[in-house]
DNA sequence: CAAACCGCATGACAATCGTCACCCCGAAGT
DNA sequence: ACTTCGGGGTGACGATTGTCATGCGGTTTG
């Protein structure tokens, strides 16, 4: 008997190019598609499908929502996140919503069909980016270089960054350096942009 | 005879699973994948393609810049650009580099195959949301000022950005002088802001 | 042909940024 | 009461950034 798949995924042109790679392979069926979370979730409950891939970034229910609230309603599908972000953050949640499968969209085309397959055994598989990343790499920041951090990526000068919370200008100049440091970045660019990155910001 | 196509797209799933929907026509026969620009480009040299489909953020090479180093060489094929981003900045470049097709990945997924047909035919298809906004604000800014102002919003010194494009760096700093007054910036950042909004990198 | 541009480079100067050592003070611990 | 600690601050110094005037070899173009 073949594996049922329902995806769901907000860019159309995107699902539908999900769905023929899937129908490629001869054990896997795509039995639904929807474009945000509530049809997602109503597809599932009807129709029960042995697996849900599921985007994160979704209008209205986002896919980690979705996930959430398949798990309340003790349904049995296994879901796999495909998603374009490496945030541990998202990787975080989606696990504690109980998913089984975490793909970054950059992994090979033929890892989703793989996945698929194992979380219908009962595994798990999560994007090795990430394996480790969720643990190790914990947000170093602490409140105030976050905020000084974000403001400096915005483009604001330090002295703009200090009238705005309230602080002196050497003191966000602190900040901004110790930031830069726990982040291994060369200056406030190049670190706000890794605390992005990594869902810190 | 069918249409040969080669596909650009930085995440291999999304590579693969386009690549499975067009495999899905007949008429249709993707001849070769890329992961970035400089491959594409290569590739496309070597294989001649009816039509080149691309996204535009890809590392290194963006599509833009691809489908402009297409034309510069009298490259026959027609390029469609399919992107996440309705901006109307990156549509206007795109025709300026004489791309023939702008799609969006929310779009339907048969219009891909039928953008495909009807650019090979030597029509155009520019998604219907972007065709009227196309005539907003110009981009005031020139080749290497983008280049310039890109690097630099990662991160980079003037330095390290003159290294990379073979400048000196008081040339770096003037190209960012100029750009940060043309988009009436106060600095790097915020001009790579700025720009990056209006879809201008 | 000469004028006008263009892309790139220099050099200089002021402003901003990144770093570091050290200070102040109010809360906690013990 | 005496330390310890954390949030915030100062001052100084070198590196980087932003600005501007100026120069120089190629292409257009009148």
Request: proline content about 3%; aromatic content about 4%; charged content about 25%.
């Amino acid at each position: 008997m073949s594996i049922s798949v329902l995806i769901a995924e907000d860019q159309s042109l995107i699902l539908g190019a999900l769905a023929a790679l899937l129908e490629m392979e001869q054990d896997i069926k795509v039995v639904a598609r929807a474009t945000n979370g509530k049809d997602a979730l109503q597809l599932a409950e009807k129709l029960q499908p042995d697996v849900v891939v599921t985007d994160i970034e979704m209008p209205g229910m986002t896919g980690l929502e979705f996930a959430d609230a398949l798990k309340q309603r003790g349904h049995a599908a296994r879901v796999i996140i495909v998603t374009t972000f490496a945030r541990p953050g998202y990787l975080r949640r989606a696990l504690d919503a109980g998913v089984r499968g975490y793909l970054l969209k950059d992994a090979p085309a033929e890892q989703l069909a793989d996945a698929i397959r194992t979380v219908h055994r009962g595994g798990k598989m999560i994007a090795p980016e990430l394996a480790t990343a969720a643990w190790d790499s914990e947000d170093p920041l602490n409140d105030r270089e976050r905020q000084v951090l974000r403001l400096a990526g915005e483009g604001f000068a330090s002295a703009e960054i200090a009238r705005q919370l309230f602080l002196s200008e050497g003191t966000v100049r602190n900040y901004l350096s110790e930031a830069i440091g726990k982040l291994g970045a060369n200056n406030r660019v190049e670190a706000a942009r890794i605390a992005r990155q990594k869902g810190w910001l």
